[in-house]
């Protein structure tokens, strides 16, 4: 018994918590590099939350930040999946994706 409860344990694997942050006027070039962390992230297996922080007046133009995450999702949508839609808490936008 303790042998397969050995082999058991060494077989699982732990999923971690990554995070990604960006901004709403973010630059093709930065997301073009936050996607491929993301990428990478999906691909070692991890879960990962994609945040975006609004500061100051950027409240006032939500809808540019939803754009933005929306665009993430759907690029990497070949890679993973949405566990958490995107949620507004307080001033940050927020989404978790799984591998597939």
């Known amino acids: 018994m303790e042998k397969k409860e050995r082999l058991s344990k060494k077989n699982q694997t732990k999923t971690h918590l990554k995070e990604i942050r960006l ?23 991890d879960k990962v939350k994609v945040t975006i922080l609004f500061r100051g007046r950027q409240m006032e133009h939500q809808e540019l930040g939803r754009q933005v995450l929306d665009r993430f999702i759907a690029d990497s949508n070949s890679q993973g999946q949405v566990e958490k839609n995107p949620t507004l808490e307080g001033r940050i936008l927020s989404a978790t994706l799984v591998p597939k």
């Open 23 to 45: 901004s709403p006027n973010i630059d093709e070039h930065d997301y073009q590099v936050k996607l491929k962390q993301l990428i990478s992230f999906l691909e070692k297996k």
